[in-house]
């Protein structure tokens, strides 16, 4: 089995850093390919067990990926509900909510408010609806990208 830590590095920021920063995570572990190992059994007793890893690009497995997780953040200024807001429309919101959603399934996996300010709980299932269907599109397009760089690649 492996197991996986992902570090990042911020440079800058022009707001949506969380939306972008899981988009950008989602695109590499859909990219990564895992080298092929294998055990190679002790011929004689004593004799240390050894591992054969094949690291070419072309004999790589895909990561194997159960879920996908992508936030997708919303903004309530007023009465209004913003998504891929800037940083200037971040700081002048009334609230922030990061809804995190499978782009596989859709399925939201979960909700965690940013800062201060109160979320208009009324309008939670509406947003939980659009977040699904924006982490879809932002998936679909993801994979459009990731399909045109394999063929400028071949």
């Known amino acids: 089995a492996w197991e996986v ?27 990564t390919k895992l080298p092929s190992v294998q055990v ?7 004799e240390v067990v050894q591992l ?8 790589g497995q895909p990561f194997p990926i159960t879920r996908l997780p992508l936030c997708v953040t919303v903004a309530q200024i ?12 971040e700081l ?14 859709e399925e939201a996996l979960g909700i965690h408010q940013l800062g201060r300010g109160l979320f208009e709980m009324g ?4 947003m939980l609806l659009r977040c699904r269907a924006a982490g879809a599109a932002l998936f679909k397009q993801l994979q459009k990208e990731i ?3 394999d063929v400028k690649m071949t």
Not at 40 to 46: D, R
Not at 52 to 59: K, Q
Not at 78 to 89: A, H, I, K, P
Request: hydrophobic residues 45%; aromatic residues 4%; proline residues 3%.
């Open 92 to 105: 002048t919101s009334d609230a922030l909510l990061c809804v995190v959603v499978d782009a596989q399934s």
């Open 78 to 89: 007023g009465q209004r509900f913003l998504f891929d807001v800037t940083s200037e429309e």
């Open 52 to 59: 054969s890893v094949d690291d070419r690009p072309e004999m």
């Open 40 to 46: 190679l059994e002790a011929m004689e007793e004593g």
């Open 5 to 31: 830590y992902v570090d990042v590095l911020v440079l800058t920021s022009g707001g949506n850093l969380l939306d972008s920063v899981s988009l950008a995570l989602c695109a590499a572990l859909l990219d």
């Open 147 to 149: 399909a045109d760089k």
């Open 123 to 126: 309008a939670l299932p509406e």
